[in-house]
């Protein structure tokens, strides 16, 4: 179908759209009231010579036929379009033009009706269709486009136009309005205007101002708005999940309206409904139209689905109001590295993790914990305390920790009470090796010779409470605690049962030893359940997020009957690496490396640490830079071209790669940023370290992180990787095919529009 184009003539002169752009189109001319026709001389010819008809909005005022006839070219088809109130709109030639057959009315019609509103979306630029970001939807989910019809309508005559397309419809008085969106409220005015002019009154005009809109939200007002005569028309700004329009399709069905009809002015959903036939039945939609390319594609899908999020040039997400439908700007970028603090002051604690294999990944819940579990999902990351509690070297640094802690709250509070009751839960106190941490433990607690330990759920003993009521000082010391459950019952069952709360309240402390929530607001919730008297010996922000199913995701996006020997049986021993199953001996986390491979000496996350190790320890200082404070409105990204120079060793890389998310990842600007930083990353790396970084690189390709000049740069690197260490060429195959597959779903995920 060609494009159409429109011209409006005001005192002004002629405003223009596009040009046509082949045979076969139809020029549509609006002539405001008041406008001179002789102005249609100032029409480019480009804007005529391709016109199959010439289309002439004639108004209140009627055309002077003869003069219209005279300053247009004789050669072209003049039609006038007419508008009655309570009619259907007409089409009819000048007087020695073309008979017009009904379908072919209806054709021009809806072609003139798309290309006028079409034109004032484009003139108040109400597409938006971004290149580097995409939108949350006020539904709750994603697109890729966005209309904002209100910008279309920036003068009285644009909410005018818009209403004469209803007329039709308001064929006795107190016909009901509801519209979707209070920028609507233009068009509903210039409706009333037009039918006052026929002695017509408009009906009740709704308006569903508020997101969600429920099926109750959406009957309630179609009910009202049709109130006196049992009819109402429902205007729909934008269609693009479809759901509200098949709510107010339902609403209009319903045994108390007799007659309504949606009109939709823009729908993306793909599902475009056009019921023909006389009015108030169905749903009739203005752009696109039907065999019409759309005007712009929303691309909705859900945060778990959406191809979006994995792309590499438009993961970040903007908001659209959904009060104002403006976009929240994208803040200021605001670039950081993972935070160095956070490994300076674990170095020890992953070191000793190291030493006795205490780090798992995807594996289930310790047999106590799990019936406190929301599901029966693996742990992504799982802290094996009863491995760390049995080595002296554990105990010993936990305990140090701990008293300069307990000391340096006793200095800043100018108090150090004497603990006179210590509760352990259960699951800590029953862990081989737990007896003797706690005898070097004991003389950091002055004043207390044993602990007493007490049950996750059930009811505590009697004797227990009574202790309680009695103590002045308590201290609840815990392993380790990721979301305070064991804490937070501690913390209830103490209030409830001391008969001076204050008291037990203000003189209540915990102590952890690995203190490792998902990020700061579970430990904020914690740290003031306890009125911030939470000491502990080491903290880490572990996400509870399983990279190993991103990457189990990222293979299953390929048919495992495509792929070759090499190819296929790493695919299968990756996917059963990633679903935790047991008897994969000696499978390395990361694509490329050996089984025996070990950062790097003198690392700031350790010293010569296993990969799951330092996967864990990276994860837990990009964790904790992430839950800095911010202040709005910044961005935080990761600046991969400063990590990929401070960094040198592959497995910290690596696990940069694994934790990082494509929208928070900055390799600098213009297209080609992310080829150089991988370029010279690549360059200086050993062939050791390239076995890890290419095939690496390329994974996180495939997961939307890098973007396609840094996937080309690592793919130009992985023949070079093949020749020197053939061992790797069936993880290199997969790796660049999924890295290609995901190129070739970005480019469909991108509109690609058809030639007219």
Same mark, same amino acid.
């Given at each position: ?59 209140d ?6 003069l219209?006839?005279?300053? +247009?070219d ?33 054709? +021009?019609?809806?072609?003139?009706r ?26 709750g ?19 005018t ?30 409706? *009333?205007v ?22 109750? *939200? ?27 329009k098949?709510?107010?399709h ?11 009809v949606?009109?939709v ?11 023909l ?10 752009i ?30 903007v ?21 160095t ?58 305990? *140090? ?10 200095r ?21 090796? #737990? ?32 202790k309680?009521?009695?103590?002045r ?87 495992? *009957? ?7 049986? #790493? ?32 690392? +700031? ?14 994860g837990?200082a990009?964790?904790?830079?992430r839950h800095?404070?911010?202040? =709005? ?9 400063g ?17 990082? #998310? ?29 076995? +890890? ?14 973007p ?5 740069? =690592? ?11 053939p ?17 070739s779903? =970005?480019?469909?995920a991108t ?6």
């Open positions: 179908m060609p494009r159409d184009a429109y011209v409006r003539l005001s005192v002004a002169g002629p405003q223009l759209s596009e040009p046509a752009d082949a045979p076969g189109a139809i020029l549509f001319v609006d002539v405001e009231p008041g406008s001179d026709l002789k102005l249609f001389r100032r029409i480019p010819f480009d804007f005529m010579v391709l016109a199959r008809h010439v289309v002439v909005r004639e108004g005022e009627d055309l002077d036929h003869g219209l006839r005279s300053v +247009i004789k050669a072209l088809d003049v039609v006038v379009l007419r508008q009655p109130i309570g009619a259907a709109p007409s089409v009819a030639p000048l007087e020695g033009g073309d008979t017009i057959s009904e379908d072919e009315a209806k054709e +021009i019609l809806r072609r003139a798309a290309i006028e509103l079409e034109t004032m979306l484009r003139w108040g630029r109400a597409i938006w269709e971004p290149s580097d970001h995409h939108y949350l939807l006020p539904t989910r994603h697109g890729a486009t966005f209309v904002k019809l209100s910008n279309a309508i920036r003068s009285p005559r644009d909410a136009v818009i209403a004469t397309w209803l007329l039709r419809h308001f064929n006795e008085n107190d016909v009901g309005l509801v519209i979707d969106t209070g920028t609507l409220s233009a068009v509903a005015l210039a409706l *009333d037009e039918l006052r002019k026929a002695g017509r009154a408009l009906g009740r005009v709704v308006v569903l101002d508020h997101y969600p809109k429920t099926a109750i *939200d959406v009957q309630r007002a179609v009910r009202r708005a049709a109130e006196f005569t049992r009819r109402a028309i429902a205007l729909l700004s934008v269609n693009s999940s479809g759901t509200l098949d709510r107010l339902a609403a209009l069905t319903t045994g108390f309206v007799e007659r309504g949606i009109e002015l823009v729908d993306q959903s793909g599902r475009v409904a056009e019921v036939g006389p009015p108030f039945e169905g749903i009739e939609t203005w696109p139209l039907q065999h019409g390319r759309p005007l712009a594609k929303a691309m909705t899908s859900d945060d778990r689905t959406c191809p979006l999020c994995l792309d590499s040039h438009r993961a970040p997400i908001p659209i109001n959904p009060i104002t439908f403006e976009r929240e700007y994208l803040p200021q970028v605001k670039m950081v590295a993972p935070l603090s956070d490994p300076r002051a674990n170095i020890r604690f992953w070191e000793l993790c190291a030493q006795s294999g205490a780090l798992g990944l995807e594996e289930p819940p310790d047999e106590h914990m799990a019936p406190h579990r929301p599901s029966n999902k693996p742990m992504p990351i799982h802290v094996r305390l009863d491995r760390l509690i049995q080595q002296e070297e554990f105990a010993t640094a936990a305990c *140090d920790l701990l008293k300069q802690k307990i000391e340096e709250r006793a800043t509070e100018k108090e150090d009470p004497a603990w006179e009751l210590v509760l352990v839960p259960e699951r800590d106190a029953g862990l081989a090796g #737990f007896g003797h941490f706690w005898e070097l433990l004991r003389p950091v607690l002055r004043g207390v010779e044993k602990y007493h330990h007490f049950p996750r759920d059930g009811v505590w003993s009697s004797e227990l409470l009574k309680i009521n009695e103590a000082n308590i201290a609840v010391l815990t392993l380790g605690a990721v979301t305070g459950g064991s804490l937070q019952n501690a913390l209830s069952t103490i209030q409830a049962n001391r008969q001076d709360r204050r008291v037990g309240y203000g003189l209540l402390r915990a102590l952890i030893i690995h203190a490792r929530p998902a990020g700061d607001p579970e430990w904020r919730t914690l740290y003031n359940s306890f009125a911030y008297r939470i000491d502990y010996a080491w903290r880490s922000f572990l996400p509870n997020r399983s990279v190993l199913n991103d990457e189990l995701d990222t293979l299953r996006t390929i048919n495992r *009957d495509d792929l070759d020997g090499e190819e296929a049986e #790493f695919w299968e021993r990756r996917q059963s690496f990633c679903a935790g199953e047991k008897g994969q001996g000696e499978t390395p986390l990361f694509w490329g490396a050996e089984p025996r491979t070990l950062l790097s000496p003198n690392s +700031i996350f350790g010293d010569r640490l296993d990969p799951v190790t330092t996967f864990v320890a990276v837990a990009m964790e904790a830079r800095e404070k911010c202040r =709005a409105p910044e961005r935080m990204v990761f600046d991969l071209a990590m990929t120079r401070s960094y040198y060793d592959p497995l910290i890389l690596a696990s940069m790669f694994r934790w990082l #998310f494509s929208y928070e990842a900055w390799w600098g600007l213009g297209a080609g940023a992310s080829g150089r930083v991988i370029d010279e990353l690549l360059c200086r790396a050993q062939p050791d370290q390239r076995r +890890i970084l290419v095939p690496e690189i390329l994974l996180a390709s495939a997961q939307g992180k890098v396609e000049s840094g996937m080309q740069s =690592a793919k130009a690197y992985s023949e070079r990787v093949m020749r020197d260490t061992a790797v060429s069936g993880t290199l195959k997969l790796a660049l095919r999924l890295a290609d597959h995901h190129l779903l =970005a480019k469909q509109p690609q529009y058809p030639p007219p």
